[in-house]
């Protein structure tokens, strides 16, 4: 459960909420411009993931031991984190996304080898609930970095204070970024300490009799032959391609609704801070609810009333602007109240992220959980590694496709407006995959 706390804050305070409206609103001369941008160095990362996960999953079921593979890419992850102090305003965006583009290969594949270790450590019956609740203390980790930010590092452009009204400590500057670029080593410090207890009382599988040579041949050969296996059970397959297409928009929301809310209502890190905060107390909320609810319900109905939610709130938030919600069918006032979402627009638009917040913890920990239920233990590596496949293979097309709209009309509305696709087109696979994925359908 502590290698959730470690790893979130990357999530949720540099990729959602912190550095990258900062990278979209900040660094990069144009919004419009710095969305695309931000969309394309999500789709690199997400091919890479893509293509190498599935492999690394295999070659671990053949050497035996996850830590060894988490301790190298945690080096990756936190040097990456810790240089994106250095990613000034107007400096080239290309050296921030390639940062990223690292810090976010190597989070992905350390969360392959740490899933892969679930179906050893707890019982068939325990699986849900143990990965919602660790869902749930990786958002609540991850708040805890956004109260930090917000309270202590992060000072507003009018007054220079923070949100408790106190001067930023060690003087960081708004106006140099220092606010945002500040949380990537914090980020990088965090994830080293937190993930030590997972090194130190976790026990690992035993080391398998087989060199890295003949493992990482056996791996390609075992991937080949896992890929062969999914013809004859076809919930699974059915089930991984439904994920695939959902988890693209689970991904593109959670990365980019952030950075939406920046160019549209010119957030600064004090409101995306706070707006994060609020999220994630629903997030930790949901996380525990579900955490009961998925045993009693099952994985799948929780997916399907969290894909439901999702695409009722991308919808809401998509049509919402100022002065009206609803693509208009509502009006709203248009005068600002003052402080903090002082517009009805803004306080429209946090309505309808709590509905984001209750069901995007659920749906990828209950996600978890369905496949942990439909694999062996012997299997459980290849398969997580497809699970981190299916979860990155075409990534890179809901980012692309927000980021290409939204270049081609100018309006990131309508870049927004394609993740809908990728949610209901992957809800109504889901509706026709068995439960657990190797009953017959």
């Keep these: ?17 912190i ?57 990756v992850k936190i040097v990456a984190l810790a240089l994106l102090w250095f990613s000034e305003p107007g400096s080239p965006v290309v050296y921030a996304a390639l940062l990223m583009t690292l810090a976010a290969v190597a989070a992905e594949f350390s969360i392959v080898f740490n899933d892969s270790m ?41 007054t220079g204070r923070t949100l408790i009204g106190i001067e930023p400590l ?22 080293l300490v937190f993930i030590l207890p997972m090194f130190l009382f976790t026990p690992d599988q035993t080391r398998a009799a087989m060199p890295m040579g003949t493992a990482v041949r056996s791996g390609f050969a075992e991937l080949k032959g896992t890929i062969g296996e999914l013809k004859a059970r076809s919930g699974i397959l059915r089930f991984l391609v439904g994920r695939m297409i959902f988890q693209d928009g689970v991904n593109g929301l959670l990365a980019l609704g952030g950075t939406f809310a920046a160019g549209m209502f010119a957030w600064k890190t004090v409101e995306l801070g ?40 991308t919808v809401g938030i998509i049509s919402t602007g100022p002065g009206f919600t609803l693509f208009g069918l509502v009006p709203l006032p248009t005068g600002d109240g003052g402080g903090l979402f002082g517009t009805a627009a803004e306080k429209a638009y946090i309505l309808f992220g709590l509905l984001v917040g209750v069901a995007f913890g659920p749906v990828q920990a209950s996600s978890r959980s369905y496949l942990a239920r439909s694999v062996s233990v012997d299997e ?62």
């Design 1 to 17: 459960m502590l290698f959730d706390w470690a790893a979130q804050p990357f999530f949720t305070v540099v990729t959602t909420f």
């Design 19 to 75: 550095y990258g409206p900062y990278f979209v609103s900040r660094m990069a001369a144009d919004p419009a411009y710095g969305q695309a941008m931000w969309g394309y160095t999500l789709m690199v990362s997400g091919i890479i993931i893509a293509v190498l996960s599935p492999v690394l999953g295999a070659i671990a079921d053949q050497t035996g031991p996850r830590k060894p593979w988490i301790g190298a890419f945690a080096i």
């Design 118 to 158: 679930l179906t050893r450590l707890v019982g068939e019956k325990e699986i849900g609930r143990i990965s919602n609740i660790a869902w749930g203390l990786g958002y609540l980790g991850g708040m805890i970095v956004l109260v930090v930010v917000v309270t202590l590092l992060a000072g507003s452009p009018e």
């Design 170 to 191: 060690f003087g960081l500057s708004e106006a140099a970024g220092e606010d945002a670029r500040i949380t990537g080593p914090i980020s990088a410090v965090w994830y």
């Design 274 to 313: 706070l707006y994060g905060i609020i999220l994630n107390v629903v997030a930790i909320a949901g996380c525990l609810y579900a955490s009961r609810l998925d045993a009693r319900l099952g994985s799948k109905r929780i997916i399907v009333i969290s894909l439901v939610c999702l695409t009722v709130a």
């Design 380 to 441: 459980a590596g290849r398969y997580f590694g497809l699970y981190a496949l299916t979860g990155r293979a075409t990534s890179f097309l809901a980012p692309a496709a927000v980021a290409t709209i939204t270049l081609s009309t100018g309006s990131a509305r309508l870049g927004m407006a394609a993740l809908i696709l990728f949610l209901v087109t992957g809800l109504l696979i889901l509706l026709r995959t068995p439960y657990p994925a190797n009953k017959p359908a």
